[in-house]
């Protein structure tokens, strides 16, 4: 009974290691699935879901056959956003999915420097990742995503490829799961407006994109 009530007072402290390198791409965390959704998010240590991979890609093994999810949630400031991923199980030893995310921002007011208005403004962002696990013990997991990333603001367009990887455990016979996963790996996004107000007024800069390691105990 003591083990027990340890057990779950560390669930509730949740083991949370965040690194945050960026602010840009915040789309990368938002929540998808009802499980993940109904939780704040915390999904890292929770898997069986064909979008599993989004929040730590060793997770995708307990993903069991073959099937795929989608959703989509209209936020704050008329923004939008979308997903669908497509996965399967490997005989119990590996499994893989492919994921789209898209969220956007339309009739934006666009305006200058002292308050005029330029016109209309779009914005959107893309993410498309394959995601890997692999089986290593009948307890562990590993696994590993390959992304890439596209932001468009109305003239101006930034792409980026990289990866994730991530780790889950289970323990006590399942009954305690543990996730970790660090994303976004060495990604940042490259602003180039020179092209639109001259080399003399553009200029260039490089963004990381928010990256984080978490790790979890669910119970």
Request: charge should be negative; charged fraction near 15%.
């Amino acid at each position: 009974m003591k083990l027990k009530i340890t057990i779950m007072l560390i669930g509730l402290i949740a083991l949370t290691i965040f690194a945050e390198t960026g602010r840009t791409a915040v789309f990368l965390r938002m929540p998808v699935g009802w499980k993940q959704t109904a939780m704040g998010g915390c999904g890292v240590a929770i898997g069986g879901e064909a979008n599993s991979g989004w929040f730590n890609p060793a997770a995708l093994q307990m993903f069991k056959g073959w099937g795929g999810s989608s959703g989509y949630s209209q936020l704050a400031l008329d923004r939008w956003f979308y997903y669908i991923s497509a996965a399967g199980n490997l005989r119990d030893e590996a499994a893989v999915a492919l994921t789209w995310v898209h969220a956007d921002a339309g009739n934006i007011d666009g305006r200058d420097i002292s308050g005029n208005h330029t016109g209309m403004l779009d914005y959107g962002e893309e993410a498309i990742f394959m995601t890997f696990s692999k089986v290593v013990t009948k307890e562990f997991t590993i696994g590993g995503n390959a992304k890439y990333v596209q932001t468009d603001l109305h003239e101006i367009r930034s792409y980026v490829a990289g990866f994730d990887v991530g780790a889950h455990l289970r323990l006590l016979r399942g009954q305690v799961q543990v996730g970790a996963s660090y994303s976004n790996i060495a990604m940042e996004h490259q602003w180039d407006s020179k092209g639109i107000y001259g080399s003399s007024s553009g200029t260039t800069t490089d963004e990381p994109i928010a990256g984080y390691a978490l790790s979890l105990i669910h119970i």
